[in-house]
């Protein structure tokens, strides 16, 4: 049986419609939504707050789930499974302007229009902005990694299966 790890995100998006993005310092340095994992005994609010603070250095106000995202699936190159990742992806506002908070997880942080995200990006992040620009509250979505072939192995937006 495959492990579960849990995490948070969190869609926000300014005035002019454009969603904050971060860029991972680390791996694949993949872009996608400022959050990460939940600390035991936190509470998945807590902890999107808690992610987006130390991402952004501004608080943020959580106003509702967009949805749960199962990232499921295996890396070829590492010839195993990954855990699994049960994203909680919130709906929220920032309290104040967004700055690079946290250059030893993130290197770049940006405003981006929903229909063209940087790329490679995180393979949750493109169904959970999709359903949050499409107003979806509450939202069951499994999401499998894909592996895209190049200079070196990414992870893609992946296909929804659910």
């Known amino acids: ?8 995100a969190a869609i926000i998006v300014d005035p002019a419609g454009r969603v904050l993005l971060c860029q991972q310092s680390q791996g694949h340095r993949l872009w996608g939504l400022p959050g990460g994992r939940i600390r035991t005994g ?14 952004t250095g501004t ?29 909680h992806t919130f709906r929220a506002r920032l309290d104040g302007e967004a700055t690079l908070n946290a250059p030893g997880r993130i290197c770049r942080l940006g405003w981006y229009e929903p229909a063209s995200p940087p ?12 359903d949050a620009g499409a107003g979806r509250s509450g939202v069951l979505r ?3 990694r894909v ?9 893609s937006d992946a296909a929804v299966l659910g």
């Open 59 to 87: 608080d943020v106000e959580i106003i509702d789930l967009v949805g749960l995202y199962t990232l499921t699936g295996h890396d070829e190159h590492q010839n195993g499974e990954l855990p699994d990742v049960l994203v």
């Open 147 to 155: 592996l895209v072939a190049g200079d070196r192995p990414i992870l």
């Open 1 to 8: 049986m495959n492990s579960v790890t849990s995490a948070v």
């Open 142 to 144: 499994v999401v499998r």
């Open 42 to 55: 936190e509470s998945p609010i807590h902890a999107a707050v808690r992610d987006v603070r130390e991402e």
């Open 119 to 130: 790329a490679p990006m995180t393979a949750t992040a493109g169904p959970a902005i999709e």
